[in-house]
């Protein structure tokens, strides 16, 4: 079994910046994908960011991209979230995935059922 638990959340005026954490205990191998998703009631949960297994590759979503960091210590198996220039509609709860297997070549995962576990999810509000 795999779990994930997500800290880090809160209230941030616009601007500001925030780190998530995700911390990953159980089976895990450095060489399964993590991403970021994140979602607001009454929508369907969206891809934010994902980190590919040598850690070189990483992949965002358009709205993020120069904004946010994706990154992993894999020693540690953690991977954070680095958030800046955060704006109103960056207010979800964000959720953190694994990918249970290792990929070989350069594929991208970026929809919900491309992975296997989740964590429960921490509140991001940015105020305006």
């Known amino acids: 079994q795999v779990q994930l638990v997500e800290s880090g959340g809160g209230l941030v005026q616009a601007g500001g910046s925030l780190r998530l954490s995700c911390a990953a205990s159980?089976?895990?191998?450095?060489?399964?994908?993590m991403g970021w998703f994140r979602q607001n009631p009454g929508k369907e949960r969206e891809f934010v960011a994902a980190i590919y297994w040598s850690g070189d590759r990483t992949d965002y979503a358009d709205s993020v991209k120069g904004r946010f960091t994706i990154s992993r210590d894999n020693a540690a198996k953690i991977v954070y979230l680095q958030m800046n220039s955060l704006k109103p509609e960056d207010t979800a709860v964000y959720y953190c995935?694994?990918?249970?297997?290792?990929?070989?070549?350069?594929?991208?995962?970026?929809?919900?059922?491309?992975?296997?576990?989740w964590g429960r999810g921490t509140q991001v509000t940015v105020s305006s």
């Open positions: 159980g089976r895990t191998l450095s060489t399964w994908t």
């Open positions: 995935a694994t990918r249970a297997r290792t990929d070989w070549g350069a594929p991208t995962f970026r929809y919900e059922y491309d992975y296997d576990y």
